[in-house]
C-alpha cells in the first residue's frame, strides 16, 4: 500500500523534504545499532503486526521519527497517522511522546465447535480466492477460450508456487507485432482485492469478446498480458490460521536472522536501496532484500519482461501494478521528489501525469506522483519506467481508509470494486500503441510505428 497524504500540498513537500535530510542519519544509526538476537527475531515473529492510531505527529520531523522506529505508515492525516507496527515498536512510538490507540484486530475465523477452515478466507470474506481457487478458476477460463487466452507458467515463488503469466489475444498462440500492456497484482500479501481485480480482467475479456465493441478491438490489437499473483506465498500464509495475519511481505528466510520476508515492492533493480526509502532491517515491513533483485518472485517477473524485448525493442508499452488501499492512481518516480528526475524527460512527465488524471477521472481516484507521498525506492512502476522505459502506474484500490476496511474490505465489494476500473484500463490500453497521443505528439514519438 502506498498511503494517502492528507493536507495542503506546501505540508506534504515540507514533509518530504525533512524525511529526505533526516533519513540518512537515521539509517546510520540503524546500522551502528546491535542487531537483536535470535530469541528476539523468533519473538517479534510470532507476533501478528498490529495498524495502530498515532495522535499528535503533525509536522515533518515527528513523522521523520516515527519512520526511523521501523513502522510502515499506513495514512497520514492533519494530527495523525496510522501505522503497522509490533508492540516493541508502538511502544516506541509512545516514547516519543505520541498518543497511540491500537485499531480493532484484523477479521479471525468465527467462534464454532467445529475446527475452523485453515487455509482459507474467513466469514465473510470467503468469495476472494485462494491460490488453489484462482487457479482453477484460470484453468477453466483457459479450456473455455483457448483462441484468445493462454497460460504460461514463468516460475516459481520461493516456496515452489506456480506463476503464471495469462495472454490475451486474438491470435493468441503467435507473438504479433501488437503493442503489449501488463497487468500485475499482489505483491503485498494482504492485498487480496489485487488478485479479484486480476481475475476480474480475465473473466471480462473473455466474456465480452465478440460482443463488445472495444474489448473486441484491443483484443483484435493488441496482446494482454496478466500476472495475476506476484506472492502467492504470503497470500497463502496471510490467511493459514483462517484469520488475517496482515503479513505484507513474501515467504524467502533472511540469512543470518530467523525473519522472514521481503517486501517485494523494494526489491526492484532501479534506484534500489538508493534514497531512504526502503528498510534495510529484516524485521520491518519495508525490508528492501539482501540485494537488488533478491526476491526469486522478482527475479521471475523481471526475466519475463526482459524477454518482451525483442530486436532491442520493448514489446510492453504500458503496465498497471494493482495494490490497495487508498484510492489512487500513481506514476513514477518514487525515488525523488523531482517531476522528472534521472531518466525522465518534461514530456515523459506530462505523458504520465496527463493519461494518470484521465485515468483516475473515470474510477474516482485520487492521480499524483509517487513521491507526492513519501519517497520510496526499489518499486516496481519506477524499475518498469526505469530500466524498459514502459509507462506504468501503480493503481492503489478500494478503500480509502481503515475504517472502510483497510486491507481487509468484505467480499461483499468485490464485483463494484473491480469493475470500478474497467474504463481506466480500457483506456490505457486504447493509447498502448502511442501512449504520447494523450500530451498530443504522436507524430513527434509515433511516427512509424
Known amino acids: 500500500m502506498r498511503p494517502r497524504i492528507r493536507g495542503g500540498r506546501t505540508t506534504v513537500l515540507a514533509a518530504l523534504l525533512s524525511l529526505a535530510l533526516a533519513a540518512p542519519i537515521a539509517a546510520a544509526q540503524a546500522q551502528d545499532a546491535p542487531r537483536p538476537g535470535p530469541a528476539a527475531d523468533a519473538a517479534r515473529i510470532a507476533e501478528v503486526p498490529r495498524q495502530y492510531e498515532v495522535t ?6 515527528e513523522r521523520t521519527a516515527l519512520v526511523a522506529t521501523g513502522v510502515s505508515i499506513d495514512e497520514v492525516h492533519a494530527r495523525a497517522v496510522v501505522i503497522t507496527a509490533t508492540r516493541a515498536q508502538a511502544t516506541a512510538v509512545r516514547q516519543l511522546g505520541h498518543k497511540v490507540r491500537q485499531l480493532p484486530a484484523p477479521p479471525t475465523a468465527a467462534p464454532s465447535p467445529h475446527k475452523p477452515r485453515a487455509k482459507d478466507f474467513p466469514a465473510g470474506y470467503t468469495k476472494y480466492h485462494t491460490y488453489d481457487e484462482a487457479t482453477k478458476e484460470i484453468d477453466a477460463l483457459v479450456a473455455r477460450h483457448p483462441d484468445i487466452l493462454s497460460k504460461q507458467v514463468i516460475g516459481t515463488s520461493h516456496e515452489g508456487r506456480n506463476l503464471l503469466a495469462l495472454k490475451l489475444s486474438k491470435n493468441v498462440t503467435k507473438d504479433e507485432q501488437e503493442p503489449e500492456v501488463l497487468f500485475t497484482a499482489h505483491q503485498h500479501a494482504r492485498e487480496h482485492l489485487t488478485v479479484e481485480m486480476s481475475l476480474y480482467l480475465l473473466n471480462e475479456f473473455t466474456s465480452k469478446y465478440g460482443s463488445d465493441s472495444r474489448v473486441t478491438k484491443m483484443l483484435d490489437s493488441r496482446e494482454i498480458w496478466i500476472i495475476p499473483d506476484l506472492n502467492p506465498d504470503g497470500g497463502e500464509y496471510d490467511i ?4 488475517f495475519r496482515s503479513w505484507r511481505k513474501n515467504r524467502q528466510p533472511n540469512a543470518g536472522t530467523s525473519e522472514v520476508g521481503t517486501d517485494l515492492n523494494r526489491n526492484w533493480d532501479f534506484k534500489w536501496g538508493c534514497c531512504d526509502g526502503s528498510s534495510t532491517d529484516p524485521g520491518d515491513e519495508t525490508y528492501r532484500g539482501a540485494s537488488a533483485a533478491s526476491a526469486p518472485e522478482v527475479q521471475v517477473v523481471s526475466k519475463f519482461v526482459h524477454g518482451r524485448n525483442v530486436g532491442g525493442k520493448q514489446q510492453i508499452t504500458a503496465a498497471i501494478d494493482f495494490h490497495t488501499y487508498s484510492e489512487l492512481v500513481l506514476w513514477p518516480f518514487g525515488f525523488t521528489n523531482d517531476d522528472t528526475g534521472d531518466g525522465m524527460t518534461k514530456d515523459e512527465h506530462d505523458t ?3 493519461l494518470g488524471k484521465n485515468m483516475a477521472a473515470t474510477n474516482g481516484y485520487t492521480p499524483e506522483q509517487s ?7 526499489g518499486a516496481i512502476d519506477d524499475w518498469l519506467w526505469g530500466d524498459q522505459k514502459v509507462f506504468a502506474f501503480t493503481f492503489e484500490m478500494y478503500p480509502s481508509s481503515f475504517g472502510s476496511g483497510g486491507f481487509y474490505p468484505k467480499d461483499s465489494v468485490i464485483p463494484k470494486e473491480t469493475a470500478r476500473n474497467r474504463e481506466a484500463v480500457l483506456q490505457m490500453l486504447e493509447t498502448a500503441d502511442c501512449v504520447y497521443r494523450v500530451i498530443g505528439k504522436e507524430g513527434q514519438y509515433c511516427k512509424g510505428r
Open 56 to 61: 499528535g505527529p503533525a509536522t515533518r520531523t
Open 240 to 243: 493459514a490460521s483462517g484469520g
Open 352 to 354: 504520465f501525469a496527463t
Open 371 to 377: 513521491s507526492d507521498l513519501y519517497i520510496t525506492d
